[in-house]
């Protein structure tokens, strides 16, 4: 079965740095692109960007583009988003998901909310 | 960049009845669209891509249509567990891939 994992919810300080994961099982973690989508709350879905796992190939959404970094362990099956840091409206749900076909996304994690707060 | 509008924002409908959801592209996006259904604190489910494929072990209530730039997803019969939001997503400007800003289907 195809599962991406992802960590738990944060809480943390503008300023601060942050790195959130996704573990992927029950399938080839190299071969399949890596998206993440963000939520903010309340609102729609927006495209971040996409990793290839298999050689860290990585294409931002230029609304992210030098806002976050992505990248991955391949030896773990992990796929990371990272920011160095982060504003009040970083506060969102982030979603990893996996690539399928064009660039649809099959298989989703459940989620990590991120909560940005003096 | 591509725009992604929709319409209705929201529906009102009652178990049984045929519901048509319409997304709208900028520019032509030929039949690079998909469709996703978002239960409340859930991540979003893929139902249709390519316009009018379903996805794999999606009812097939559920149907898509369209091209270029005007795309309909249909549910022909609404089920208890089809209350939720739809969002259209292209696929045709990488890497800036836009999502439409959802459609509400609740309760009549």
């Known amino acids: 079965e195809v599962q991406l994992v992802q960590s738990g919810a944060e809480v943390k300080k503008p300023g601060e740095s942050l790195k959130i994961s996704c573990k992927g099982s029950?399938?080839?973690?190299?071969?399949?692109?890596i998206g993440w989508v963000r939520q903010m709350p309340g609102k729609g879905l927006e495209w971040m960007g996409i990793?290839?796992?298999?050689?860290?190939?990585?294409k931002y959404s230029p609304s992210f583009q030098g806002q976050v970094t992505m990248s991955v362990d391949r030896s773990i099956s992990t796929a990371y988003l990272q920011w160095y840091s982060l504003e009040a409206s970083d506060t969102a749900m982030y979603y990893c998901?996996?690539?399928?076909?064009?660039?649809?996304?099959?298989?989703w994690g459940q989620g990590t909310l991120v909560t940005v707060s003096s | 960049d591509i725009q992604m509008t929709q319409s209705p924002s929201s529906v009102s409908a009652s178990v049984g009845d045929r519901v048509t959801i319409t997304c709208r592209a900028s520019?032509?996006?030929?039949?690079?669209l998909a469709w996703y259904q978002q239960k409340p604190g859930k991540a979003p489910k893929l139902l249709i891509y390519d316009t009018s494929n379903l996805q794999s072990g999606v009812p097939s209530r559920f149907s898509g249509s369209g091209s270029a730039t005007d795309f309909t997803l249909t549910i022909s019969s609404l089920q208890p567990e089809d209350f939720a939001t739809y969002y259209c997503q292209e696929a045709n400007t990488f890497p800036s891939f836009t999502f439409g800003p959802g459609t509400k289907v609740d309760i009549k």
């Open positions: 998901a996996r690539r399928f076909r064009r660039y649809y996304f099959d298989y």
């Open positions: 029950g399938y080839s973690f190299i071969d399949y692109w």
């Open positions: 990793i290839y796992p298999g050689d860290s190939d990585t």
């Open positions: 520019q032509g996006i030929t039949a690079w």
